[in-house]
C-alpha cells in the first residue's frame, strides 16, 4: 500500500527542509489512513546536522489539532539536507511508530521525497503518489 500527498504538502516539506538546511527539519503528517492532507513543522530538539529528534511537545499539540478535524497522524517527515531521501541506520533504529506509521524523507540533494514504512528495524519502501517536489528556481 502507497501513500497519497497533496502536492502542496510535499512543496511545504521542502520548503521546512530548505529552510532548516544544514540542518534536518522534521515534522507530522496529518490524514487518513494512506493519504496525507497535511503537514505540521515540527522543531528538531537535536542539534546535528544528521539527526532528528521531534518535540514531544509539537507532537501531542499536531495529535489534538489533528482530532479536532476528524484526523489522525498517520507519519511523519525528516530531511537528508546532504544525502539521497534513503533512511539511514539511525533513522531505521530509532523508528518505533509501529508498521502502519508512514515515514517520508525529503532530500535536499535532489528535491526528492521517499516514502516508507519502518517495523522492528527493517525499513520497506512504499509508493509516494504526488506531483513531483518543485525544484529551485536558478
Known amino acids: 500500500m502507497g501513500i497519497s500527498i497533496e502536492p502542496q504538502v510535499l512543496a511545504d516539506m521542502l520548503a521546512h527542509a530548505r529552510d532548516q538546511a544544514p540542518r ?4 507530522l503528517l496529518v490524514g487518513r489512513e494512506d493519504s496525507v492532507v497535511r503537514s505540521v513543522r515540527a522543531k528538531n530538539l537535536d542539534a546535528s546536522a544528521t539527526r532528528y529528534l521531534i518535540d514531544p511537545a509539537d507532537h501531542f499539540k499536531a495529535i489534538r489539532a489533528a482530532r479536532a478535524d476528524r484526523l489522525e497522524v498517520i507519519g511523519a517527515y525528516h530531511s537528508h ?4 531521501p534513503v533512511p539511514s541506520r539511525t533513522d531505521v533504529a530509532e523508528a518505533d511508530s509501529g508498521p502502519d506509521f508512514f515515514y517520508v524523507i525529503v532530500s535536499l ?4 521525497a521517499r516514502a516508507y514504512r519502518i517495523d522492528r528495524g527493517v525499513y520497506q519502501p512504499v509508493e509516494l503518489n504526488a506531483r513531483p517536489l518543485p525544484r529551485e528556481r536558478a
Open 81 to 84: 539536507p546532504a544525502s539521497p
Open 24 to 27: 534536518e527539519c522534521c515534522g
Open 109 to 112: 540533494v535532489n528535491a526528492e
